[in-house]
């Protein structure tokens, strides 16, 4: 048995029944949208970071896998790092108007913010 069982338990605390048996509630990722219902973000952040430019793109609805499947190819054809999760994609440095050429290339509907 895992021991961080307990942490996924959802208002349980304890039961006195001994044939108790805790169902974990299972989390469903949204299907995604296609490219061109999406409404891309595409900012510029530093605070948390260190003072480290980033690139982030938010605004991504759908399956985790596609959203790595989208941060790899920006990263990729932007030629520098970064991370996806939270339905945010991080690239490195400030690659703003790149990522935005990239997207709208894409058939995504994406525009600057901030």
């Known amino acids: 048995m895992n ?3 307990w942490k996924k338990r959802e208002g349980v605390v304890f039961s006195t ?4 048996n805790y169902q974990h509630a299972r989390l469903e990722e949204q299907a995604t949208l296609p490219s061109a219902q999406q409404q891309l973000r595409v900012s510029l952040d530093r605070s948390g970071r260190a003072g ?4 982030l793109v ?3 609805v759908g399956a ?3 959203l790595e499947a989208l941060s790899k190819m920006l990263k990729t054809r932007c030629g520098t790092g970064g991370s996806a999760k939270d339905g ?3 690239i490195q440095g400030d ?4 990522v935005l ?3 709208t290339s894409a058939g995504y509907k994406a525009k600057k913010s901030g």
């Open 17 to 20: 029944d001994p044939d108790f």
């Open 58 to 60: 938010t605004g991504f």
């Open 64 to 66: 985790s896998a596609d």
């Open 95 to 98: 690659v703003r108007d790149k």
């Open 52 to 55: 480290k430019t980033v690139t």
């Open 88 to 90: 945010e994609i991080l």
């Open 3 to 5: 021991k961080d069982n």
């Open 101 to 103: 050429s990239i997207l």
